[in-house]
């Protein structure tokens, strides 16, 4: 087996500065208290463009719900693996909690209104003809770029959200188009600024 020495960690000599008991301390213009850095926080990630989908899916009594969403993510390609985070406060949460399949829906830029109905008044996002039932019940949005059915395998609990891991089990293809991402707070395309 081929193997080398592990460095050697050079043994302090006398002319060494020993280490401080304390780590040194910023200046009081350097510091930062918990509001700036949660402020500082919050802009990073409006700067961060995102991909728009949404997820649907059914209450125990077979209402539909569903939310858009900027954190969808590929886990896994075999299995086919995705993720979404949820806040365990939101509307949607109690059927997700409690539901066996989502349907997860990719956007595009035709479909920036039915992004911004998702994402508002949770009485009112299936009001109206942009969704149909289709597998299991479940309710599919209409002219999305692609939709996944998909069974819920693990649901992981960080501090007041969850982590969401589904396998994918079946979908469709719509109509390409081109991507809609989620930046300072704006529904965009890239490329436009206004």
């Known amino acids: 087996m081929n193997s080398s020495p592990l460095p050697q960690t050079p043994r302090p ?7 401080s008991a304390q780590p ?24 961060h463009a995102a991909g ?18 900027t954190s969808l993510a ?7 693996l995705a993720t979404f985070n949820i806040a ?16 997860i829906h990719m956007l595009g830029v035709r479909n920036r209104e ?12 299936f009001d109206g003809d942009h969704w149909y039932r289709g597998p ?16 819920i395998v693990e649901r992981v609990p960080v501090h007041n959200n969850a ?12 109509d390409d188009d081109d991507a809609l991402l989620y930046h300072e707070r704006r529904y965009l395309t890239p490329g436009e600024t206004a």
């Open 88 to 103: 365990r406060s939101a509307s949607s949460w109690p059927a997700i909690a409690e539901t066996d399949r989502v349907v």
């Open 136 to 151: 299991h019940g479940l309710p599919i949005i209409k002219d999305v770029t692609s939709w996944m059915i998909g069974r």
């Open 114 to 125: 039915i992004a911004q109905k998702l994402a508002g008044d949770n009485a009112t996002r």
């Open 163 to 174: 982590v969401v891991v589904v396998q994918i089990e079946e979908g469709g293809l719509g």
């Open 13 to 19: 000599s006398a002319q060494s500065p020993r280490p």
């Open 24 to 47: 040194p301390r910023p200046s009081d213009s350097a510091a930062l208290d918990v509001t700036d850095d949660l402020a500082a926080f919050r802009q990073a990630f409006r700067r």
């Open 74 to 80: 590929s886990l896994a390609a075999v299995p086919p």
């Open 52 to 69: 728009v989908a949404i997820v649907t899916a059914l209450t125990t009594d077979g209402t539909p719900v569903g939310f858009t969403a």
